[in-house]
């Protein structure tokens, strides 16, 4: 395809999926009311949520365009959600033709899992969202009340989500280069002490707030999958046809580039060809 076809056919998907996008962003606006509350729900589960007034969940805005930019945020998230299978297709089919066909096979299985495992993640953040939020608010002393910005609490639930939704994607992304011979399992079973320690840092840094419930709730399921990746891993390289394993070797150590059935040396000579006879038939020598 010529360059400036594929710069065009990649300007009309962009107009395609923006336009998708917009059209969410208004159903977005109108579902404002339950979206929000949706949203506010785990705040609401704490004892801080009625501090400021009794048997009713508040959260406070400072600015005077504060609580337009708040709506104006809920229906773009509302927009990016709904507007995913416009998008979502837009890309695929724009990637889908510099494909082969066992790569489109394995970019369908692939897409099939990632948007399950991106839910499950959100879906995790936003149970034990309420008891993470109880836990940070409890350090506060007991003569003073939390007034929580309502800016500043959505943007902890958005960052809440994404962290454990992306981070849910994390041992697919392992089976991907395993698949296409990027990573062995050998090399991550190696790694496997390591790769763990690092999930409990990461689940300890990434996380707002950093609190032990966050950090176990987040790093847990990785672990969990990491050993469901390794194991898929280990099973797929079962089924492979047998090649020489040069896993033992270590980093300084040549593999062989040379079978040992025979010894190696100058190749046996050919036999010699039988005597031309220079003589036409029926010639005699004198």
Not at 79 to 103: C, D, H, K, M
Request: aromatic share 12%; glycine share 6%.
């Amino acid at each position: 395809m010529p360059l400036m076809e594929h710069l065009r056919e990649l300007r009309n998907r962009l107009v395609i999926a923006l336009l998708a996008m917009v059209v969410g962003i208004v159903v977005g606006f109108f579902v404002f009311d339950p979206v929000w509350a949706f949203i506010k729900e785990p705040f609401c589960e704490t004892p801080a949520a009625g501090q400021l007034r009794p048997g009713e969940c508040t959260l406070i805005f400072s600015g005077i365009f504060q609580s337009f930019f708040l709506t104006l945020k809920v229906a773009a998230l509302v927009g990016i959600v709904v507007s995913s299978p416009v998008w979502l297709y837009q890309i695929w089919a724009f990637v889908t033709p510099a494909l082969y066909r066992n790569e489109k096979k394995y970019s369908f299985a692939f897409l099939g899992l990632a948007i399950p495992l991106f839910l499950l993640g959100t879906a995790l953040a936003y149970f034990i969202m309420d008891t993470s939020l109880a836990i940070l608010l409890g350090f506060a002393p007991s003569d003073t009340v939390a007034a929580v910005q309502i800016d500043e609490y959505l943007s902890y639930v958005l960052i809440m989500l994404v962290i454990f939704g992306v981070s849910f994607e994390l041992p697919l992304l392992l089976v991907f280069l395993n698949i296409i011979g990027v990573l062995s399992h050998a090399t991550v079973k190696k790694h496997r002490r390591t790769v763990v320690f690092v999930m409990f840092v990461f689940g300890a840094v990434i996380t707002p707030g950093g609190d032990p419930l966050t950090m176990m709730a987040l790093a847990a399921p990785m672990v969990v999958l990491y050993f469901l990746a390794e194991g898929f891993m280990f099973l797929r390289e079962r089924r492979l046809p047998n090649t020489e394993d040069f896993s033992h070797l270590s980093d300084d150590e040549a593999s062989p580039l040379v079978e040992d059935h025979a010894p190696v040396g100058d190749p046996a000579p050919l036999d010699d060809p039988a005597p031309l006879d220079d003589d036409p038939p029926g010639s005699s020598k004198r």
